[in-house]
Protein backbone atom coordinates (compact mmCIF):
# COMPACT_ATOMS: atom_id res chain seq x y z
CA UNK A 1 0.00 0.00 0.00
CA UNK A 2 1.65 3.38 -0.95
CA UNK A 3 2.42 5.53 1.88
CA UNK A 4 -0.13 8.32 1.17
CA UNK A 5 -2.77 5.98 1.51
CA UNK A 6 -1.44 4.29 4.67
CA UNK A 7 -1.47 8.86 6.36
CA UNK A 8 -5.21 8.51 5.22
CA UNK A 9 -6.13 5.34 7.38
CA UNK A 10 -8.22 6.25 10.54
CA UNK A 11 -8.15 4.28 13.65
CA UNK A 12 -10.29 2.20 12.07
CA UNK A 13 -9.54 1.70 8.47
CA UNK A 14 -5.98 0.51 10.20
CA UNK A 15 -7.40 -1.58 12.89
CA UNK A 16 -9.26 -3.17 9.70
CA UNK A 17 -5.80 -3.50 7.51
CA UNK A 18 -3.88 -5.03 10.20
CA UNK A 19 -6.25 -7.44 11.54
CA UNK A 20 -6.66 -8.50 8.04
CA UNK A 21 -3.23 -8.76 7.93
CA UNK A 22 -2.45 -6.43 4.94
CA UNK A 23 -0.64 -3.87 7.33
CA UNK A 24 2.31 -4.20 10.17
CA UNK A 25 2.23 -2.04 13.08
CA UNK A 26 5.67 -0.90 12.11
CA UNK A 27 4.94 -0.27 8.32
CA UNK A 28 2.16 2.49 9.91
CA UNK A 29 4.35 3.88 12.49
CA UNK A 30 6.94 4.74 9.59
CA UNK A 31 4.49 6.24 7.18
CA UNK A 32 3.17 8.47 10.17
CA UNK A 33 6.69 9.48 11.02
CA UNK A 34 7.46 10.33 8.01
CA UNK A 35 4.34 12.23 7.89
CA UNK A 36 5.63 14.02 10.72
CA UNK A 37 8.99 14.47 9.65
CA UNK A 38 7.71 16.40 6.28
CA UNK A 39 5.26 18.73 8.29
CA UNK A 40 7.53 19.52 11.53
CA UNK A 41 6.62 23.43 10.58
CA UNK A 42 3.34 22.99 11.90
CA UNK A 43 4.40 22.76 15.11
CA UNK A 44 1.82 19.89 16.52
CA UNK A 45 4.32 18.38 18.92
CA UNK A 46 5.73 19.00 22.52
CA UNK A 47 7.53 15.79 23.08
CA UNK A 48 8.10 12.80 20.61
CA UNK A 49 11.01 9.53 19.86
CA UNK A 50 10.41 8.22 16.79
CA UNK A 51 12.54 4.78 18.02
CA UNK A 52 10.36 4.30 20.69
CA UNK A 53 7.30 4.74 18.42
CA UNK A 54 8.77 1.93 16.33
CA UNK A 55 10.07 -0.20 18.81
CA UNK A 56 6.16 -0.08 20.20
CA UNK A 57 4.79 -0.76 16.65
CA UNK A 58 7.69 -3.78 17.02
CA UNK A 59 6.25 -5.33 19.74
CA UNK A 60 2.66 -5.15 18.89
CA UNK A 61 4.07 -6.98 15.56
CA UNK A 62 5.67 -9.64 18.13
CA UNK A 63 2.45 -10.13 20.20
CA UNK A 64 0.27 -10.99 17.10
CA UNK A 65 -1.95 -8.74 18.78
CA UNK A 66 -2.32 -6.15 16.35
CA UNK A 67 -5.34 -4.90 15.11
CA UNK A 68 -6.93 -6.27 17.98
CA UNK A 69 -8.53 -3.52 20.94
CA UNK A 70 -5.82 -0.61 19.70
CA UNK A 71 -2.84 -2.65 19.39
CA UNK A 72 -0.50 -0.70 16.83
CA UNK A 73 -2.29 2.16 16.76
CA UNK A 74 -0.18 5.30 17.53
CA UNK A 75 -1.96 8.14 19.57
CA UNK A 76 -1.36 12.01 20.28
CA UNK A 77 -2.15 13.15 24.06
CA UNK A 78 -2.34 16.36 24.92
CA UNK A 79 0.84 17.58 26.80
CA UNK A 80 -1.18 18.46 29.92
CA UNK A 81 -2.44 14.30 30.24
CA UNK A 82 0.17 12.58 32.04
CA UNK A 83 1.07 9.39 30.15
CA UNK A 84 4.72 8.38 32.39
CA UNK A 85 6.30 8.42 29.07
CA UNK A 86 6.98 11.65 27.89
CA UNK A 87 6.89 14.84 30.16
CA UNK A 88 3.27 16.30 31.23
CA UNK A 89 4.34 19.97 30.90
CA UNK A 90 0.51 21.51 29.99
CA UNK A 91 3.32 23.70 27.79
CA UNK A 92 4.28 25.75 30.31
CA UNK A 93 8.13 26.76 31.55
CA UNK A 94 7.93 25.49 34.71
CA UNK A 95 6.99 21.99 34.03
CA UNK A 96 8.41 21.07 30.86
CA UNK A 97 10.75 18.18 32.75
CA UNK A 98 7.60 16.90 34.78
CA UNK A 99 7.63 13.28 34.17
CA UNK A 100 4.65 11.90 35.84
CA UNK A 101 5.25 8.29 37.63
CA UNK A 102 2.03 6.79 35.85
CA UNK A 103 -0.10 7.31 33.53
CA UNK A 104 -3.37 9.46 33.50
CA UNK A 105 -6.40 6.98 34.07
CA UNK A 106 -7.46 7.84 30.72
CA UNK A 107 -3.91 7.12 29.15
CA UNK A 108 -3.64 3.85 30.65
CA UNK A 109 -7.03 2.72 29.43
CA UNK A 110 -5.88 3.43 25.67
CA UNK A 111 -2.07 1.97 26.24
CA UNK A 112 -3.73 -1.21 28.20
CA UNK A 113 -5.88 -1.07 24.97
CA UNK A 114 -3.03 -1.15 23.17
CA UNK A 115 -2.30 1.94 22.05
CA UNK A 116 0.57 3.26 21.51
CA UNK A 117 1.76 6.88 22.37
CA UNK A 118 3.13 8.55 19.02
CA UNK A 119 3.37 11.98 20.77
CA UNK A 120 2.77 14.27 22.90
CA UNK A 121 0.25 17.77 21.32
CA UNK A 122 1.19 21.14 21.68
CA UNK A 123 -1.35 23.32 23.54
CA UNK A 124 -2.18 26.63 24.76
CA UNK A 125 -0.10 27.58 27.64
CA UNK A 126 -1.72 25.50 30.89
CA UNK A 127 -4.71 25.15 28.45
CA UNK A 128 -6.00 28.85 29.32
CA UNK A 129 -6.76 30.16 26.14
CA UNK A 130 -8.04 29.02 21.95
CA UNK A 131 -4.85 30.23 19.78
CA UNK A 132 -2.14 27.61 20.39
CA UNK A 133 -0.16 30.96 20.19
CA UNK A 134 2.18 29.52 22.43
CA UNK A 135 5.28 32.04 23.92
CA UNK A 136 7.34 28.91 25.36
CA UNK A 137 6.44 26.27 22.70
CA UNK A 138 5.66 27.99 19.89
CA UNK A 139 2.79 28.27 17.70
CA UNK A 140 0.80 25.44 16.53
CA UNK A 141 0.18 25.94 12.37
CA UNK A 142 -3.62 24.74 11.10
CA UNK A 143 -2.80 22.91 8.28
CA UNK A 144 -5.41 23.92 5.98
CA UNK A 145 -3.21 27.56 6.24
CA UNK A 146 -0.53 27.81 8.40
CA UNK A 147 -0.88 31.39 8.55
CA UNK A 148 -3.78 31.07 10.48
CA UNK A 149 -4.72 29.49 13.70
CA UNK A 150 -5.57 25.77 14.54
CA UNK A 151 -7.72 27.03 17.76
CA UNK A 152 -7.10 25.38 20.79
CA UNK A 153 -6.40 24.78 23.87
CA UNK A 154 -5.91 21.27 22.23
CA UNK A 155 -4.21 22.72 19.14
CA UNK A 156 -1.54 20.20 18.51
CA UNK A 157 -3.35 17.39 18.86
CA UNK A 158 -5.88 18.49 15.96
CA UNK A 159 -3.11 19.51 13.79
CA UNK A 160 -1.86 16.51 14.00
CA UNK A 161 -5.02 14.73 13.23
CA UNK A 162 -5.98 16.79 10.72
CA UNK A 163 -2.35 16.70 8.67
CA UNK A 164 -2.23 12.77 8.94
CA UNK A 165 0.54 13.01 11.31
CA UNK A 166 -1.66 10.97 13.75
CA UNK A 167 -4.84 8.65 13.46
CA UNK A 168 -6.27 10.29 16.38
CA UNK A 169 -5.87 12.03 19.72
CA UNK A 170 -6.99 13.01 22.97
CA UNK A 171 -7.41 16.58 24.91
CA UNK A 172 -8.71 18.25 27.13
CA UNK A 173 -12.07 20.56 27.27
CA UNK A 174 -13.06 23.15 29.79
CA UNK A 175 -14.72 25.80 27.63
CA UNK A 176 -13.78 24.89 23.91
CA UNK A 177 -11.00 23.06 23.98
CA UNK A 178 -11.57 20.04 21.90
CA UNK A 179 -14.69 20.73 19.74
CA UNK A 180 -12.86 24.31 18.68
CA UNK A 181 -9.79 23.25 17.45
CA UNK A 182 -11.22 20.50 15.72
CA UNK A 183 -13.91 21.84 14.24
CA UNK A 184 -11.13 24.72 12.66
CA UNK A 185 -9.09 22.11 11.91
CA UNK A 186 -11.51 19.95 9.93
CA UNK A 187 -12.20 17.09 12.81
CA UNK A 188 -14.03 15.50 14.51
CA UNK A 189 -14.27 16.67 18.52
CA UNK A 190 -16.47 14.70 21.45
CA UNK A 191 -16.66 16.37 25.19
CA UNK A 192 -18.43 13.70 27.16
CA UNK A 193 -20.42 14.31 30.20
CA UNK A 194 -17.97 15.72 33.10
CA UNK A 195 -17.27 12.38 34.77
CA UNK A 196 -17.96 10.30 31.79
CA UNK A 197 -14.32 9.92 32.46
CA UNK A 198 -11.45 9.78 35.16
CA UNK A 199 -9.61 13.51 35.29
CA UNK A 200 -6.83 12.07 37.22
CA UNK A 201 -3.92 12.76 36.34
CA UNK A 202 -4.59 15.85 34.21
CA UNK A 203 -3.50 19.21 34.87
CA UNK A 204 -6.32 21.12 35.80
CA UNK A 205 -8.32 24.09 35.26
CA UNK A 206 -11.37 23.02 36.95
CA UNK A 207 -12.97 19.58 38.05
CA UNK A 208 -16.27 20.67 37.76
CA UNK A 209 -15.95 21.74 33.69
CA UNK A 210 -12.91 20.16 32.64
CA UNK A 211 -12.89 16.27 30.40
CA UNK A 212 -10.49 14.42 28.32
CA UNK A 213 -11.85 14.23 24.74
CA UNK A 214 -11.09 12.73 21.73
CA UNK A 215 -9.97 14.08 18.40
CA UNK A 216 -10.92 11.58 15.13
CA UNK A 217 -11.24 11.83 11.73
CA UNK A 218 -14.44 9.98 11.95
CA UNK A 219 -17.32 9.31 14.38
CA UNK A 220 -16.44 5.73 14.41
CA UNK A 221 -12.98 6.24 15.95
CA UNK A 222 -14.69 8.98 18.61
CA UNK A 223 -17.11 6.23 19.50
CA UNK A 224 -14.32 3.20 19.72
CA UNK A 225 -11.39 6.15 21.98
CA UNK A 226 -15.16 6.74 24.32
CA UNK A 227 -15.69 2.77 24.68
CA UNK A 228 -11.65 2.44 25.57
CA UNK A 229 -12.01 5.35 27.86
CA UNK A 230 -15.06 5.04 29.71
CA UNK A 231 -14.50 1.44 30.48
CA UNK A 232 -18.25 -0.31 29.20
CA UNK A 233 -16.76 -0.37 25.68
CA UNK A 234 -20.28 -0.09 24.57
CA UNK A 235 -22.24 1.28 21.69
CA UNK A 236 -25.41 3.19 21.13
CA UNK A 237 -28.43 1.84 19.22
CA UNK A 238 -28.06 2.91 15.45
CA UNK A 239 -30.10 5.99 15.20
CA UNK A 240 -32.96 6.10 11.89
CA UNK A 241 -32.25 10.31 10.78
CA UNK A 242 -36.07 10.20 9.53
CA UNK A 243 -38.39 11.45 12.76
CA UNK A 244 -35.00 12.49 14.40
CA UNK A 245 -35.46 15.63 16.15
CA UNK A 246 -33.06 18.49 16.67
CA UNK A 247 -33.36 21.96 18.25
CA UNK A 248 -32.29 25.21 16.42
CA UNK A 249 -31.58 27.28 19.10
CA UNK A 250 -31.13 30.85 16.66
CA UNK A 251 -31.10 33.34 18.91
CA UNK A 252 -27.70 33.49 20.33
CA UNK A 253 -26.03 30.58 18.89
CA UNK A 254 -26.98 31.97 15.35
CA UNK A 255 -25.88 35.85 16.11
CA UNK A 256 -23.72 37.49 14.29
CA UNK A 257 -21.79 34.41 12.20
CA UNK A 258 -19.21 35.07 9.92
CA UNK A 259 -21.02 34.85 6.38
CA UNK A 260 -19.12 31.84 5.81
CA UNK A 261 -20.40 30.22 9.20
CA UNK A 262 -23.73 31.34 8.25
CA UNK A 263 -24.41 29.87 4.39
CA UNK A 264 -22.45 26.65 6.07
CA UNK A 265 -24.92 26.05 8.98
CA UNK A 266 -27.94 27.11 6.50
CA UNK A 267 -27.05 24.36 4.38
CA UNK A 268 -26.61 21.86 7.02
CA UNK A 269 -29.54 22.21 8.35
CA UNK A 270 -31.03 22.01 4.63
CA UNK A 271 -29.52 18.78 3.87
CA UNK A 272 -30.47 17.43 7.18
CA UNK A 273 -34.30 18.18 6.57
CA UNK A 274 -33.52 16.47 3.41
CA UNK A 275 -32.72 13.26 4.87
CA UNK A 276 -35.96 13.25 7.36
CA UNK A 277 -34.28 15.37 10.64
CA UNK A 278 -37.25 17.44 12.26
CA UNK A 279 -35.40 21.28 13.14
CA UNK A 280 -37.61 22.29 16.23
CA UNK A 281 -36.88 26.48 15.96
CA UNK A 282 -36.89 27.11 19.69
CA UNK A 283 -34.71 28.91 21.79
CA UNK A 284 -32.91 28.53 25.43
CA UNK A 285 -33.98 31.58 27.16
CA UNK A 286 -31.07 33.40 28.44
CA UNK A 287 -28.81 31.24 27.98
CA UNK A 288 -25.99 33.79 27.41
CA UNK A 289 -26.43 35.66 30.73
CA UNK A 290 -27.05 32.01 32.09
CA UNK A 291 -23.65 30.89 30.83
CA UNK A 292 -21.67 34.21 31.85
CA UNK A 293 -23.01 33.73 35.59
CA UNK A 294 -21.50 30.20 35.79
CA UNK A 295 -18.47 30.41 33.24
CA UNK A 296 -15.16 32.32 34.87
CA UNK A 297 -16.26 32.30 38.79
CA UNK A 298 -16.08 28.41 38.34
CA UNK A 299 -12.79 27.94 35.95
CA UNK A 300 -10.42 30.89 37.67
CA UNK A 301 -11.85 29.88 41.32
CA UNK A 302 -11.07 26.39 40.45
CA UNK A 303 -8.23 26.88 39.13
CA UNK A 304 -6.57 28.27 41.85
CA UNK A 305 -7.61 25.57 44.00
CA UNK A 306 -7.30 22.50 41.70
CA UNK A 307 -3.68 23.06 40.24
CA UNK A 308 -2.47 22.88 43.97
CA UNK A 309 -3.89 19.48 44.73
CA UNK A 310 -2.29 18.64 40.74
CA UNK A 311 1.36 19.48 41.73
CA UNK A 312 0.76 17.50 45.70
CA UNK A 313 -0.17 14.97 43.92
CA UNK A 314 2.41 14.53 41.67
CA UNK A 315 5.08 15.20 44.62
CA UNK A 316 6.47 18.46 42.75
CA UNK A 317 7.37 20.94 45.35
CA UNK A 318 6.24 24.04 43.73
CA UNK A 319 4.21 27.13 44.54
CA UNK A 320 1.45 29.07 42.30
CA UNK A 321 3.71 31.41 42.07
CA UNK A 322 6.29 29.30 40.96
CA UNK A 323 4.00 28.13 37.80
CA UNK A 324 3.20 31.44 37.24
CA UNK A 325 6.62 32.55 36.96
CA UNK A 326 7.30 30.14 34.18
CA UNK A 327 4.62 31.32 32.14
CA UNK A 328 5.97 32.70 28.91
CA UNK A 329 2.56 33.84 26.97
CA UNK A 330 1.23 37.38 27.71
CA UNK A 331 -2.55 36.43 27.26
CA UNK A 332 -2.12 33.55 30.51
CA UNK A 333 0.64 35.16 32.65
CA UNK A 334 -1.67 37.96 33.00
CA UNK A 335 -4.78 36.10 34.10
CA UNK A 336 -2.79 33.88 35.91
CA UNK A 337 -1.26 37.05 38.08
CA UNK A 338 -4.65 38.38 38.80
CA UNK A 339 -5.62 35.31 40.25
CA UNK A 340 -2.67 35.32 42.77
CA UNK A 341 -3.57 39.37 44.37
CA UNK A 342 -6.42 41.18 44.76
CA UNK A 343 -8.41 40.71 41.90
CA UNK A 344 -8.14 36.72 42.35
CA UNK A 345 -12.05 35.37 42.15
CA UNK A 346 -14.21 35.89 45.22
CA UNK A 347 -15.08 32.84 47.40
CA UNK A 348 -18.81 34.06 47.24
CA UNK A 349 -19.00 34.33 43.68
CA UNK A 350 -17.91 30.71 43.14
CA UNK A 351 -20.55 29.48 45.86
CA UNK A 352 -23.12 31.88 43.61
CA UNK A 353 -22.25 30.19 40.92
CA UNK A 354 -21.91 26.98 41.74
CA UNK A 355 -25.24 26.48 44.05
CA UNK A 356 -26.83 28.74 42.22
CA UNK A 357 -26.23 29.70 38.66
CA UNK A 358 -25.12 26.41 37.50
CA UNK A 359 -28.20 24.69 38.63
CA UNK A 360 -30.42 27.10 36.84
CA UNK A 361 -28.23 26.62 33.73
CA UNK A 362 -28.65 23.07 33.84
CA UNK A 363 -31.90 23.88 34.78
CA UNK A 364 -32.47 25.42 31.19
CA UNK A 365 -31.51 22.73 29.44
CA UNK A 366 -32.53 19.84 30.40
CA UNK A 367 -36.46 22.16 30.46
CA UNK A 368 -35.61 22.73 26.66
CA UNK A 369 -34.88 19.25 25.42
CA UNK A 370 -37.91 17.81 27.58
CA UNK A 371 -40.36 20.64 27.08
CA UNK A 372 -39.46 20.29 22.81
CA UNK A 373 -38.72 16.65 22.51
CA UNK A 374 -35.49 17.13 21.17
CA UNK A 375 -32.47 14.64 21.42
CA UNK A 376 -29.92 17.12 20.71
CA UNK A 377 -29.71 20.87 19.93
CA UNK A 378 -27.58 21.94 16.40
CA UNK A 379 -25.63 24.80 16.10
CA UNK A 380 -22.19 26.33 14.18
CA UNK A 381 -19.45 25.42 16.89
CA UNK A 382 -17.54 28.47 16.25
CA UNK A 383 -19.06 32.06 14.84
CA UNK A 384 -16.22 32.40 12.57
CA UNK A 385 -13.55 30.08 10.77
CA UNK A 386 -9.80 29.86 12.01
CA UNK A 387 -8.23 33.68 11.96
CA UNK A 388 -4.78 34.59 11.66
CA UNK A 389 -2.00 33.83 14.71
CA UNK A 390 -1.36 37.07 16.53
CA UNK A 391 -4.82 37.97 16.73
CA UNK A 392 -4.79 37.13 19.97
CA UNK A 393 -6.32 40.14 21.77
CA UNK A 394 -8.97 40.73 19.19
CA UNK A 395 -10.25 39.22 15.38
CA UNK A 396 -12.39 40.59 12.84
CA UNK A 397 -16.06 39.44 12.32
CA UNK A 398 -18.51 41.27 10.17
CA UNK A 399 -16.60 44.29 10.00
CA UNK A 400 -15.64 44.91 13.54
CA UNK A 401 -12.46 43.84 15.80
CA UNK A 402 -14.15 41.63 18.67
CA UNK A 403 -12.46 39.89 21.58
CA UNK A 404 -10.91 36.81 20.42
CA UNK A 405 -11.39 34.52 23.45
CA UNK A 406 -14.92 34.96 24.28
CA UNK A 407 -15.66 35.39 20.67
CA UNK A 408 -14.80 31.83 19.83
CA UNK A 409 -15.85 29.99 22.74
CA UNK A 410 -19.34 31.79 22.65
CA UNK A 411 -21.21 28.62 20.96
CA UNK A 412 -19.61 26.07 22.86
CA UNK A 413 -19.17 27.33 26.41
CA UNK A 414 -22.69 27.03 27.73
CA UNK A 415 -22.46 23.01 27.19
CA UNK A 416 -19.48 22.78 29.02
CA UNK A 417 -20.99 25.05 31.91
CA UNK A 418 -23.78 22.85 31.94
CA UNK A 419 -21.51 19.73 32.28
CA UNK A 420 -23.27 18.07 29.03
CA UNK A 421 -22.02 16.00 26.15
CA UNK A 422 -21.12 17.73 22.81
CA UNK A 423 -19.91 16.87 19.46
CA UNK A 424 -18.40 18.86 16.92
CA UNK A 425 -18.63 17.31 12.96
CA UNK A 426 -16.73 18.88 9.78
CA UNK A 427 -19.39 20.44 7.88
CA UNK A 428 -17.62 22.20 5.08
CA UNK A 429 -15.19 24.76 3.94
CA UNK A 430 -15.07 28.52 3.85
CA UNK A 431 -14.84 30.22 0.59
CA UNK A 432 -11.08 31.33 1.36
CA UNK A 433 -10.76 26.70 2.00
CA UNK A 434 -10.86 27.06 6.10
CA UNK A 435 -12.70 23.92 7.50
CA UNK A 436 -15.94 24.83 9.72
CA UNK A 437 -17.75 22.92 11.87
CA UNK A 438 -21.97 22.16 13.24
CA UNK A 439 -21.86 21.05 17.06
CA UNK A 440 -24.55 18.43 18.42
CA UNK A 441 -25.09 18.79 22.33
CA UNK A 442 -26.87 16.00 24.05
CA UNK A 443 -28.80 15.83 27.62
CA UNK A 444 -26.37 14.99 30.21
CA UNK A 445 -24.90 11.32 29.93
CA UNK A 446 -26.78 11.06 26.89
CA UNK A 447 -23.46 10.28 25.19
CA UNK A 448 -23.88 6.85 23.33
CA UNK A 449 -27.21 8.32 21.89
CA UNK A 450 -25.49 11.95 20.55
CA UNK A 451 -22.49 9.67 19.29
CA UNK A 452 -24.80 7.47 17.20
CA UNK A 453 -26.77 11.12 15.70
CA UNK A 454 -23.75 12.11 15.09
CA UNK A 455 -22.96 9.27 13.09
CA UNK A 456 -26.21 9.41 11.74
CA UNK A 457 -25.04 12.80 10.44
CA UNK A 458 -21.71 12.76 9.23
CA UNK A 459 -22.84 10.80 5.92
CA UNK A 460 -24.80 13.93 5.57
CA UNK A 461 -22.39 16.64 5.91
CA UNK A 462 -20.43 14.51 3.89
CA UNK A 463 -17.10 15.47 4.31
CA UNK A 464 -14.03 14.56 3.13
CA UNK A 465 -11.80 17.08 2.04
CA UNK A 466 -8.11 17.25 3.61
CA UNK A 467 -5.54 20.31 3.29
CA UNK A 468 -4.12 20.38 0.29
CA UNK A 469 -0.87 20.52 1.12
CA UNK A 470 -0.78 17.50 2.86
Known sequence: ???????????????????????????????????????????????HDWQKLRNAADTADASGKAGQGLAGIPLCLKDNIDTGIFPTGAATGALRSHVAKAPAPVAKALFDAGAILGATGNMHELAFGITTNNAVTGASRNPWNTDMIPGGS??????????????????????????????????????????RYSGDGIVPISHTRDTAGS????????????????????????????????????GYFYDNLDPAVAVNAEGALAA???????????????????????????????????????????????????????????????????????????????????????????????????????????FPTAPLP????????????????????PTFIRNTDPGSNAAIPGISLPSGLSPAGLPLGMELDGPAGSDLRLLAIAAAIEPVFAFNAKPGRI
Open 386 to 405: ARPIGDDETVELNGERVPTF
Open 154 to 195: SGGVAVAVAARMMPGGIGTDTGASVRLPASLCGCVGFRPTVG
Open 1 to 47: MPQPELTDLDISGALAEMAAGRLCARDYAEALIAQCEKHKDLNAFVS
Open 215 to 250: ITRSVADAILLDGVMEGGGGAGSAIALRGLRLGVPR
Open 272 to 378: LANAGVELVEADIPNIGDLDNAVSFPVALYEFITDLPRYLAAEGLDLSLRDICDGVGSPDVRGLFESQLGPDAMPEAAYRQAIYRDRPKLQAAYADYFSSNNVDAVI
